[in-house]
């Protein structure tokens, strides 16, 4: 738990005060003029929001094994280049390179940044089609949701745990 001092006009507080309850767990917002009056002074106490993405356990439960989908990938990269499951292709490399960076447990590693990159791709996918998203049970996060460009390999999670579901 953290305590948050926001100095700001009085008609930015409202907004403030709700931005950082949607991105924190908050207790109430205790308000006082600054010296000069012109400005007021938000407090609060925080904590990070728990994650509502599926763990990747669940995620890639009944996945294929990293191996058999390497070599999906492999041949849907020739399809995807005849724009042939482009969604697909890319839900399947995002999740992918989320589980091999997992064995990792090297957030600053080759695999954790393309798998970042394979799920921001995936993310501009499903923002441009207008793509609704798949509900996962806690979820659903859409592409341009705060969390989702938070943390892009936990919207691809997401997305993979309701596709591999439905197939």
Known sequence: MF??????TPAEADGIAKALSETFRTGPVRQHPTRGGDRVRLYLTAQEQPSRWPA????YATAPSII??????FRGARDCLHGFQVREFWLRKAALLDRIALTDNDPQSDAATLAVEAARRLMTIDDSAGHS???YADGPYTPDHPDSIRDPRGYARQEYACW???Q
């Open 56 to 59: 990747p356990e669940v995620a």
């Open 3 to 8: 305590e948050i001092r926001v100095i700001c």
């Open 68 to 73: 058999s989908e390497i070599g999906w990938t």
């Open 164 to 166: 591999i579901r439905h």
């Open 133 to 135: 998203p798949s509900g």
